[in-house]
């Protein structure tokens, strides 16, 4: 069966353009995402007994906060047809301490996709589901043994006393799809909530377990249902949900959830300097090559057991990144560092690269705040000068104190912008320029006393 692949057949230039339109800079690294994400695509046209031997070739990203890392994540999520999940390396421990364990990321890794399948099953039975959930609907208004009492007769139009009863249900359809009776209510029979379990095992970083336990008990008690009174709009959409799920078979979808995982998956794997370093024999950092340690099967290729069956990540492309300020990629275990061939050192973002942030990409920084004071009325107007006053302002501040990289600027903002917001109701139909003159205006003090900046900005 062929598998749908990340990224569907787009090509590493097309990959990269589309990123190019909200993340500025790092080619490099787009490149090498773009490079990957293709992989996949060819590797699933080779013939069968080479593609188990193609392994994904693994990427670590290299650079300082701010500059782009976590972003390219999330832009490749949304490029990715393929389950995705970003996870930080910082929230594991060593088996044996108290919190998640590495498993933990393909176990949801395939609940997304799983999820994935289910969505989209639901869309190829949805015009199915809507027909059984319709004519369940019309039994609850006009049952067959009472056709004339189910509903108030206000609510139907006169029909003849000779009229079938096959004829009324007709007359009352077409008055249903019409919104006629969406505000009707209505008694119908819903599954009941079950008995919360005690939250004793989530305190203790066992969520899984605990969630384990309600499907457990979920599955040896019987269904307990309630009935509630309800709109005809509300019923209608809670009947086409159960008519859906009747129509979905759960083993196909668990099936399709682990070959997608298997051949397509993707973790990016952020925040992994985090747990480089020498290792020490006491304090918080105790399981920090406990983790790496963990890892290694997990990324060369493992079978974890999940609810839905067990998944092996032979094939599972890791993309791991860290800013690496106090430790170096080097002070991985060697065993890690080689499951991580591709490294892509990211570039410090520069004044330029400050401007183009601020209003080249499709979701750029001064456009989101326009739109934001938009809502309340006001025209906001950016001056190209103040734009240079910004990235400048940004830039110098990053290099006096600590680099936070595009981050900064979204602090110099709020404080340019922060008597504008205050007012903005009070400003509804006006327009606020902002010049140059205005950013050094709110910001001197701060500029000033770099005791003052490394506080507020």
């Known amino acids: 069966m062929t598998v749908r692949v990340d ?106 996709a799983v999820n994935m399948v289910k969505n989209e099953m639901a869309e190829s039975v949805a015009e199915r589901a809507a027909q059984a959930a319709e004519e369940r609907l019309l039994e609850l208004l006009l049952p067959r043994a009472r056709i004339r009492d189910a509903v108030g007769l206000g609510t139907l139009e006169p029909v003849s006393a000779e009229a079938s009863g096959a004829a009324t249900r007709e007359k009352l359809r077409e008055q249903l799809r019409a919104g006629r009776l969406d505000d009707r209510q209505i008694e119908l029979e819903v599954r009941a909530q079950g008995m919360p379990v005690m939250e004793m095992f989530a305190g203790a970083g066992m969520g899984e377990m605990d969630q384990n336990i309600r499907e457990m008990l979920g599955n040896m008690l019987p269904a307990r249902t309630k009935v509630r009174k309800v709109r005809v709009s509300e019923a209608r959409r809670l009947l086409i949900q159960e008519e859906t799920q009747k129509l979905i078979d759960m083993d196909e979808v668990a099936a399709q959830a682990i070959r997608r995982v298997q051949d397509s998956g993707i973790v990016f794997l952020d925040e992994i300097d985090k747990i480089a370093g020498r290792e020490r024999a006491q304090g918080p950092d105790v399981s920090r090559e406990g983790v790496q340690r963990d890892l290694l099967p997990i990324i060369e290729g493992t079978a974890v057991t999940t609810k839905y069956g067990v998944v092996r990540t032979d094939h599972v492309l890791f993309v791991a990144a860290g800013a690496f300020h106090v430790a170096k990629p080097s002070d991985l275990i060697p065993e890690l560092q080689g499951r991580f061939p591709i490294r892509v050192e990211l570039e410090p973002l520069t004044r330029a690269d400050f401007v183009r942030i601020l209003t080249e990409p499709e979701s750029a920084l001064l456009k989101q705040y326009i739109a934001l004071l938009r809502t309340e009325g006001v025209i906001l107007d950016f001056t190209p000068d103040a734009v240079e006053a910004v990235a400048d302002i940004a830039t110098r501040v990053n290099e006096r104190t600590e680099n936070i990289g595009a981050r900064r600027l979204y602090t110099i903002l709020e404080r340019v912008l922060e008597d504008v917001s205050f007012q903005a109701p009070d400003l509804a139909g006006k327009t606020v320029t902002v010049d140059a003159g205005f950013v050094h205006g709110r910001l001197a003090d701060a500029i000033r006393d770099d005791d003052l900046s490394r506080y507020i900005l």
């Open 7 to 112: 990224g569907g057949q787009l090509t590493p230039t097309q990959i990269v353009t589309e990123l190019d339109r909200y993340v500025v800079g790092q080619g490099q690294a787009k490149r090498a995402v773009a490079i990957a994400l293709r992989n996949r695509w060819r590797r699933q046209n080779l013939p069968p007994e080479l593609r188990d031997e193609v392994a994904p070739k693994n990427i670590i990203m290299i650079g300082p906060t701010g500059v782009g890392k976590t972003e390219i994540a999330r832009r490749l999520a949304r490029l990715a047809q393929a389950p995705f999940i970003k996870v930080e390396a910082s929230k594991y421990t060593e088996v044996g301490y108290v919190g998640r364990d590495v498993e933990s990321m393909i176990r949801d890794l395939t609940e997304l």
